[in-house]
């Protein structure tokens, strides 16, 4: 098995980054096939004809999908189970439905604002989490001369592995997931509940997601404490039965909510400092605030990269979503 061995400090090198950035358009009239470029080979028996021939959009045999077991729609890239995410904003809706119309004091403003805010955030993020490309890397043509080859990672040996649905040069930290069907970028891992890839572009909104939420949560069982404690109500006369309901029911989604996506949030809080993943933290079996060396670029640095720093241009287009290779 050849390997070459590349220099390498945080980033692939200018050496590599042709070959991994994976351009998604290939020159027109440039019949000649680089390890750096997306080739659709649609055969037509000439050079000439193939040229001129509309992009197939069939699959052949053992042809590989651009976007797996996913849609285009506008700029969204959406999994099959993408809309397991509906079900999770109609909860979210319904506890902050109850809260703010059963318990929230009337003229209550900031209490409207809070909350309206804290959920705004937390559905834009889990809809960002779901409908952003995570990082698909484009797949190549087989091509049994491709080998795997050996970069330093911050001095350290990395070896990227030829994906043998995808048949591409796997960057580190890139793994192919079988829910999705394509080889993303920094995979942390598939999320079942929500329907999607946790990667590199999406690893900040999902991690938002529980921070929102956490908050909000808080928020509303706090607030629904003092409501409870301060509350004057006539039970004879039959007055405030809806109130205490309304409270009874925002303290269980308060208390239920709380232990489920509390614990997530500082959990990606910490793998955003760490500058890890799930699936490396759980390979590795670090320990708490145990460092893991190979991208570890100091705590401030490694969290604000994560979760404030360059998203990255998406591959997918139009042009290529479709397309079998």
Known sequence: MAS????????LSTAHEAYFRQQPHKQE??????????????????????????????????????????RLICCCVLSRDGVNSICIIVILLAGVAVF??????????????????????????????????????LPLPPDPTRQPETV??????????????CHILRPPRSTHCQFCDYCVE????????????????????????FVFTA????????????????????????????ELGAAVLSMIASGVGSCTVIPFAFYYIYLGCMNST????????????????????GCWRNFFGRYFGPLGKSRITAENANLYV
């Open 100 to 137: 703010m119309f059963g318990v929230v004091p009337r003229g209550e403003v900031y209490s409207y604002v809070v909350v309206s805010v804290l959920t705004a955030a937390a559905i834009a993020c889990l809809v960002m989490s779901v409908a952003v490309d995570p990082g698909i890397l």
């Open 278 to 297: 799930q699936k490396e933290a759980a390979r590795f079996s670090l320990g708490f605030c145990e460092v893991n060396h190979d991208y570890h670029q």
């Open 186 to 209: 920094e995979f942390d891992h598939h999320c079942g509940v929500v329907g999607s890839c946790v990667a590199k572009r999406t690893f900040r909104f999902f991690g938002g997601f």
């Open 29 to 70: 009239g440039d019949c000649q096939k680089t390890s750096g470029e997306v080739y659709f080979p649609f055969m037509s028996g000439h050079q000439h004809q193939q040229q001129q021939q509309p992009p197939q959009l069939f699959r052949a045999n053992g042809a590989k999908r651009v976007i797996g077991r996913s």
């Open 215 to 242: 908050f909000l949560t808080l928020y509303i069982g706090i607030r629904t404490l003092v409501v409870l404690s301060t509350c004057n109500c006539d039970w004879a006369a039959g007055q405030g039965r809806w």
């Open 152 to 165: 330093i990672v911050n001095g350290k040996e990395v070896l990227c592995k030829v994906c043998p649905t």
């Open 4 to 11: 070459s061995l590349v220099e390498h400090d945080g980033n």
